[in-house]
């Protein structure tokens, strides 16, 4: 991608983060409610979406991605259904809930360890990464060839 693109735009990636972050608010609310935390998927459409009602949709769609669909193929639907811009992962592994925001200027993963403390599972503070994980759909890691 090109530098001076992704200089102009940082705003954008800035925004992205900022609601990358109330997903982390929203995370730790239903894990305090349910213990766990179901696999979802949001979406930043490029362009405004017709609803079936009529009315349209101009900024996040979420989806609870059913356990029968693999999330590489929920992705790639909700990608091309939303015509994605940016797309953002929830999933609880076993040590940890992971949040992973990807879109064409790279990538933000938080992960939230599951901790016990007394008799409950609680999720600790977030560690943030920057481009080393990615779904692989809008954005790709580069690796040196040689």
Excluded at 2 to 12: P, T
Excluded at 65 to 82: G, H, S, W, Y
Aim: proline share 4%.
């Amino acid at each position: 991608m090109n530098n001076k693109i992704l200089e102009r735009e940082k705003f954008i990636w800035d925004d992205l983060i900022a609601d990358g972050k109330k997903v982390i608010g929203m995370v730790r609310d239903l894990w305090r409610k349910n213990r766990k935390v179901p696999r979802m998927l949001f979406s930043w459409p490029s362009e405004h979406l017709p609803t079936a009602d009529g009315k349209v949709v101009t900024h996040i769609v979420s989806f609870a991605i059913p356990d029968e669909l693999a999330t590489f193929e929920a992705a790639v639907a909700m990608t091309k259904e939303t015509k994605a811009y940016a797309l953002l992962l929830v999933e609880q592994e076993k040590t940890d809930v992971r949040i992973l925001l990807e879109s064409f200027h790279g990538t933000r993963c938080w992960r939230l360890p599951i901790r016990r403390h007394g008799d409950v599972n609680v999720l600790e503070k977030e560690h943030a990464s920057q481009d080393t994980e990615s779904l692989g759909i809008l954005w790709r890691r580069v690796t040196p060839t040689g």
